[in-house]
């Protein structure tokens, strides 16, 4: 089986003591805009990688592009990534490695309302895309209800 990639988009990730991390704003699946173009001071991507190879460990190359024209937006190659063996209280077993990678990306500009994706490409040539997208979109306008 291939990995299995997890990927939230939030405003920032803080590192706790105690070795926790907190999501900062996250965006279920869409960040509204009042107009366009749309500047995003800091945009971050909390990315979760579950593989039983451990492709990870030499590095990843993540990409986030655009669903429909396949447009990197951003494009963010990481070190090595250490991988973490987590204990399982589900099943009693060792789950495959796990490698975390928090990305962030500052003065991203959309031009226009978009959806967004991420790829992640491994050093033996393989990739794999998270399911999560981010739906960048126009606040629909609101009209004045007059009643006659």
Do not use: W
């Not at 500047?39 to 990843?60: C, N």
């Not at 589900?90 to 959309?110: H, I, K, S, Y």
Request: net charge negative; glycine share 6%.
């Amino acid at each position: 089986m291939g990995p299995v990639v997890f990927c939230l988009f939030c405003d920032s990730v803080r590192r706790e003591i105690g070795g926790t991390m907190s999501l900062v704003g996250v965006y279920q699946d869409q960040v509204i805009a009042e107009g366009f173009p749309l500047r995003l001071p800091r945009l971050t991507a909390f990315v979760s990688i579950h593989d039983s190879d451990g492709k990870f460990a030499d590095g990843v190359q993540f990409e986030i592009f655009r669903t429909d024209n396949e447009d990197v937006i951003a494009d963010v190659y990481s070190a090595p990534i250490d991988p973490e063996s987590i204990d399982s209280p589900l099943n009693g077993r060792d789950t495959p490695p796990r490698g975390v990678a928090v990305l962030e990306m500052q003065n991203l500009e959309f031009q226009e309302p978009m959806t967004l994706r991420m790829r992640l490409k491994f050093s033996d040539g393989t990739h794999c895309l998270s399911p999560t997208v981010l739906r960048i979109r126009q606040r629909p306008s609101e009209r004045a209800n007059t009643a006659e």
